[in-house]
């Protein structure tokens, strides 16, 4: 009992020293940043001051909402189609050993070229606008969903399956009940870098060959010099991705705990 | 053999209710592989296991011990020969009634001990009432208790392997096969699991075999030991150590003990060297 308080306190400290923490790194950025603006000037870097009050007027004008959507839309889209595809090839190419081990290397070689280069080839295939952008999110992130899922597959314990078999389990049952719950921490690993890349991908996406989006936004603030626009609309994006990033980091520590 | 011959055989597993398990000239080929040759793992090999008795199988590493409880499990098919459980055949699955215990760690790391200890319960249809008693006796039984709302994570290999043996007792099985279950664990965790073993075969009456490398654990547990030689595995002698139902770990001071432990070894040492000597050879 004493004990079980014991810990609870540590982990009540331990949360109150992750806030101060996080605080800190927020109050770092914000003295980084001033001082950028003071070195740059408004030239490039608007004060953390007006570009908070930028994005605010940005949320109140509902011309700026079907540019969230757009991007939100190809984005979730391309999320879409990296995690399902990446799932159900990942498990195809863990489960047989052949095409995992002929397929491992190409998938890293795939995985470290800087895919920007290919980025023509798309628009070609694509055209502007939505498709390409999907396309170019998906290509980034499919591809690391894909070698976690192969993995976590591969990875399962024999003595998992055996066990399954010594229970008279099918291989419905086995698959629902044993591998999927064996396989799922690393394959949420997967989802976390894959999303984020997802999300890198669907931006470079917009920045260079789109007409609506948060992307196209930036450029276009960029070619009128509106420095304010062009970083509030970085600063949601940032403040969007880092969200999500800390809530997949939380079920992923959480599954993870566990193992 | 003819379909005459199987039925003789299983009528006789009838009369005869003591065999609880039949093992006729089972072999076990591995078939050539990418230029390797063919390998004779085990047998052709008999043995019959008595209703409820306690047999252990020890023999030099690489002797086939493991495939052998496979087999008998009906978790790999023999390449020749027929095993037989409760009279009829063990083919291609593992029939209701067998509990196998593995030699690695096999709980589930997702699931609580408790839920572990439920898991093969739970896909029975069990109604609820029912399940959770027989979960909390065999979480109890095993010393678990207190950790039923723990993760795996959180037990040592010795508490993990309770686990495992609570998941497979809590189905009540007939026959329970454990294949090097405390390989892995320091010497006196091994005693003590080994009275938690004895106390367990003497409550549920199942027949055990128990696949084991450590002679003075052979000894200690069984009714009868069966030793087998260097690879293709076959029995090379089947001892009756002769010790009463009511037995727990203080019998490693009696001097029969001794005794048993000695036949065995001298019994085993040659085909140890004979296994080693073989590998020396190859290299």
Redesign the interface.
Same mark, same amino acid.
């Given at each position: 009992m004493a004990q079980a308080q014991e810990a609870s306190n540590s982990v009540r400290s331990e949360r109150a020293r992750g806030l101060q923490d996080a605080i800190l790194v927020v109050l770092g950025i914000l003295v980084v940043w001033q001082g950028l603006h003071w070195l740059a000037g408004d030239v490039a870097v608007s004060s953390p001051w007006a570009t908070v009050s930028r994005l605010v007027e940005l949320l109140l004008d509902p011309g700026f909402w079907p540019n969230v959507w757009e991007t939100l839309y190809a984005f979730g889209l391309a999320l879409l189609y990296a995690l399902l595809g990446g799932l159900i090839i990942g498990v195809t190419l863990g489960g047989h050993r052949l095409s995992g081990e002929v397929a491992e290397p190409i998938l890293v070689a795939l995985y470290s070229i800087p895919k920007i280069t290919l980025y023509p080839v798309i628009l070609l295939l694509f055209g502007l606008g939505m498709s390409a952008k999907v396309a170019f999110g998906t290509i980034h992130g499919i591809i690391p969903v894909i070698i976690f899922t192969m993995n976590a597959v591969r990875n399962v #314990?024999p003595?998992?399956l &055996?066990?399954a078999? #010594? =229970? &008279?389990?099918g291989p419905l049952?086995t698959g629902w !009940?044993?591998l999927l719950?064996?396989t799922?921490p690393e394959i949420v690993s997967g989802f976390r870098i894959g999303f984020a890349l997802t999300l890198l991908g669907t931006l470079i996406g917009e920045l260079f060959a789109s007409q609506r989006g948060l992307g196209f936004m930036i450029i276009r603030s960029m070619e009128r010099h509106d420095v304010p626009t062009l970083l509030a609309v970085s600063l949601l994006l940032f403040l969007f991705a880092t969200l999500c990033s800390w809530a997949l980091l939380i079920v992923d520590r959480r =599954?993870n !705990? &566990? =193992? | 053999m003819s379909d005459s011959a199987a039925l003789h055989a299983s009528e006789t597993a009838r009369v005869e209710p003591q065999a609880h398990v039949e093992v006729q000239g089972i072999t076990r080929v591995y078939p050539p592989v990418a230029g390797n040759p063919a390998v004779h793992a085990l047998g052709p090999l008999d043995l019959t296991l008595r209703q409820g008795e306690f047999f252990s199988v020890v023999g030099p590493s690489g002797c086939g011990k493991s495939t052998l409880l496979d087999v008998v499990a009906g978790l790999a098919a023999p390449s020749e020969g027929t095993v037989r459980f409760e009279g009829k055949p063990v083919a291609g699955q593992v029939p209701e009634g067998i509990g196998v215990v593995f030699q690695e760690d096999a709980s589930f790391p997702w699931l609580t001990v408790y839920d572990n200890v439920a898991f093969g319960l739970r896909r029975q249809g069990v109604n609820r009432g029912d399940l959770a008693a027989r979960v909390d006796y065999a979480v109890e039984f095993m010393g678990l208790k207190d950790f039923a709302r723990a993760y795996p994570a959180q037990l040592s290999g010795g508490m993990r392997q309770r686990v495992c043996i609570a998941r497979t007792l809590v189905l009540k099985p007939r026959l329970l096969l454990l294949d090097e279950p405390f390989g892995a664990l320091d010497q006196q965790t091994r005693l003590l699991m080994g009275d938690e073993v004895l106390r367990l075969w003497r409550e549920t009456g199942a027949t055990i075999m128990l696949i084991t490398h450590a002679l003075d654990e052979a000894a200690m547990l069984s009714d009868r030991v069966g030793v087998m030689s260097s690879r293709p595995g076959r029995f090379i002698e089947v001892l009756e150590t002769g010790w009463p139902r009511e037995r727990d770990s203080r019998i490693v001071s009696e001097e029969a003990f001794g005794r048993i432990t000695s036949r065995l070894w001298s019994l085993l040492r040659e085909e140890s060297l004979a296994a080693i000597g073989g590998r020396g050879a190859k290299a």
């Open positions: #314990a003595v998992y &055996r066990t078999r #010594a =229970l &008279r389990m049952s !009940r044993v719950p064996a799922v =599954l !705990r &566990r =193992l | -």
